[in-house]
């Protein structure tokens, strides 16, 4: 009797598991991805004092330092207080929460090469791709980032 009452008590612990188990896993959208350009990558996950929203941070830089061998700078950066930050490390994506069905609404994007920060949203397409947005007013700009490896 206790053999089978212990052998009910292990299948249901396991279909329970099984049933929480997917609810627990990482969004499609979390991961490393290369943008569009190929020339950066960049770690998409919980922001750090926001556990419910996504932001991402760069993490490899194609041509990681300057001429002079000196590593890149947020040198576009509008404020300059900021223009000395690495940009390997910088959070480039911020604040994203989730609208269901694998996208990504209420974020900004901040571009270094101009310096710029824009209204934003993401999506995982079909094709396992991650498909961000970046909007000025009503107007967007799809990037199409691939999952690195």
């Known amino acids: 009797m206790r053999r089978l009452l212990l052998a009910a008590v292990t299948q249901a612990l396991v279909a ?6 997917p609810a627990l896993a990482a969004d499609p959208a979390e991961g490393v991805w290369l943008v569009q350009a190929k020339d950066a990558k960049v770690r998409v996950g919980p922001c750090p004092a926001k556990a419910d929203q996504l932001c991402g941070e760069i993490v ?16 576009h ?10 940009i390997i490390g910088l959070t480039m994506i911020r604040d994203f929460r989730a609208a269901g069905g ?3 609404e209420g974020g900004t994007i901040y571009d270094p090469h101009s310096g ?5 949203k993401m999506r995982v397409a079909a094709d396992g791709t991650l498909k961000v947005d970046g909007c000025v007013m009503m107007f967007c700009q799809t990037q199409t980032w691939t999952r690195a490896g």
Do not use: F, I
Not at 16 to 21: D, I, Q, S, Y
Not at 77 to 84: G, H, I, T, V, Y
Not at 116 to 120: D, E, I, L, M, N
């Open 16 to 21: 329970l598991g099984l049933a929480v188990g």
């Open 60 to 75: 490899w830089l194609k041509t990681p330092n300057t001429p002079e061998g000196q590593p890149k700078h947020d040198e």
């Open 77 to 86: 950066n509008p404020d300059p207080k900021l223009r000395s930050r690495p």
């Open 102 to 104: 694998g996208r990504w």
């Open 116 to 120: 710029k920060t824009y209204k934003s």
